[in-house]
């Protein structure tokens, strides 16, 4: 998985989208990622680059086209959250916060986009604790999770993003 995950990564992240965590099945094994083109992240910010960039030919078209932006998407947990009690999820996004603030220090990102508004407390804290002093934009979007509504919500809300910020 490292390896998939480093190839996407650009030589200088300019712009990091940071998420909750990956997919996990229940024995453990990833089964959902970003990277993997297989997720509601996936498809809601690709969807969103093509507001602004036009249509890309596949998936990979994309990913190649994110990472020569200098993007990249990391989480705030590289392990798997219990999603399912409400203690036990913020206790494990708390938990997730060093190892951020570890990879923040070697991303030195201009732009972070937190893509879930319930986790841009730790990724504050991630920021302050790694010590970095590149990042000139932090901004949260609400997940694109429970109804269509959020979904397209969370796409408008990218694309303003990427049309605002000057990255190409």
Same mark, same amino acid.
């Given at each position: 998985?490292?390896?998939?995950?480093?190839?996407?990564?650009?030589?200088?992240?300019?712009?990091?989208?940071?998420?909750?965590?990956?997919?996990?099945?229940? !024995?453990? +094994?990833?089964? #959902?990622? @970003?990277? *993997?083109?297989?997720?509601? %992240?996936?498809?809601?910010?690709?969807?969103?680059?093509?507001?602004?960039?036009? !249509?890309? +030919?596949?998936? #990979?078209? @994309?990913? *190649?086209?994110?990472?020569? %932006?200098?993007?990249?998407?990391?989480?705030?947990?590289?392990?798997?959250?219990?999603?399912? +009690?409400?203690?036990?999820?913020?206790?494990?996004?708390?938990?997730?916060?060093?190892?951020?603030a570890a990879r923040l220090k070697s991303y030195k990102p201009e732009i972070i986009i937190v893509l879930m508004k319930?986790?841009?407390?730790?990724?504050?804290?991630?920021?302050?604790?790694?010590?970095?002093?590149?990042?000139?934009?932090?901004?949260?979007?609400?997940?694109?999770?429970?109804?269509?509504?959020?979904?397209?919500?969370?796409?408008?809300?990218?694309?303003?993003?990427?049309?605002?910020?000057?990255?190409?």
């Amino acid at each position: 998985m490292n390896a998939i995950l480093e190839s996407y990564k650009p030589k200088n992240v300019r712009m990091l989208f940071i998420a909750e965590a990956p997919g996990f099945n229940s !024995s453990g +094994d990833l089964i #959902q990622h @970003f990277y *993997f083109a297989n997720n509601n %992240l996936f498809r809601t910010i690709f969807t969103a680059f093509e507001l602004v960039y036009g !249509s890309f +030919d596949s998936a #990979q078209a @994309f990913l *190649f086209f994110f990472k020569s %932006l200098g993007c990249y998407l990391d989480h705030l947990s590289l392990v798997a959250i219990n999603r399912s +009690d409400k203690e036990e999820r913020k206790a494990g996004r708390q938990k997730a916060v060093p190892s951020l603030a570890a990879r923040l220090k070697s991303y030195k990102p201009e732009i972070i986009i937190v893509l879930m508004k319930d986790i841009q407390k730790q990724v504050v804290e991630t920021l302050e604790i790694s010590g970095i002093d590149t990042v000139r934009l932090l901004e949260a979007v609400p997940y694109p999770a429970g109804s269509d509504t959020n979904r397209k919500n969370y796409i408008a809300e990218i694309a303003s993003l990427l049309r605002d910020i000057e990255i190409n």
